[in-house]
């Protein structure tokens, strides 16, 4: 696997170190350097990376401001000579970051961090994908056999699961916990609330903190679920 990097750093000797760095590790391709975070912004207007490797206190637009406004960030390794930006970073979900003057061997280990990450993301979406298409769901005294992309959303309630699915006026009622059904689910289901699990692909709209599935489906979005819907919504959206 080759990663994709763009390097970002005002200062030219920074800058230098860490292509240099970039250039050491077998996995890592440099697709440009950028000596401010407006340049890399130009540059990902018409070009995609898998890695940024960025300083944070920058003239102009400083680094954690420039992930902050990407729509689709790719994972990012912040660089910088002041630890109190430390929090912030792992805020905005940054695989690492490197405190000046760092080593090849510190290096490295973000280096890895980023091939851990992107691998572990790659083998979730080939499980998704390999996973089996039906499920087979106890409701009274019948088994019922449910295509899996036909399932619209999961409703608990109590002990019980609603199923909601494509062409069917009512729900399938299961005795399971939701738990056990997101377990059993592929990956273009996400749960948005404690007590829903929706299939992404049958979203219609999403308005402030509903997601609408159909003209008559209005499900809320918890806050303990916000962050990971906005993180998959930012990596759907198209803008210029």
Known sequence: MNIRCLAIDD??????????????????????????????????END?????????????????????????????????AYSEYAVDGFRVNAVDYLLKPFGLQEFQRAAQRLKDRLEGSHATEESAATQTETLFLKTDYRIVNVNIRDIRYVEAMSEYLKVWVDGQSK????????????????????????????NLTKIQEVNKNRVIMDADTYLPIGDLYKDAFQRYLNTKFLAR
């Open 11 to 44: 200062e030219p000797l920074a800058l230098k170190q860490l292509v240099a760095y970039i250039k050491k590790v077998p996995f890592l391709e440099l697709a440009a350097q950028c000596q401010s975070a407006l340049e890399a912004r130009t540059y990902l």
């Open 171 to 198: 729900p399938i009622v299961t005795l399971l916990s939701m738990k056990k059904m997101e377990e059993n689910l592929p990956g273009y289901f996400m749960r948005i609330h404690r007590s829903y699990i929706i």
């Open 48 to 80: 995609t990376v898998d890695a940024i490797f960025c300083d944070i206190n920058m003239p102009d637009l400083n680094g954690m401001d420039f992930v902050k406004s990407l729509v689709a960030p790719p994972l990012v390794v912040f660089t910088t």
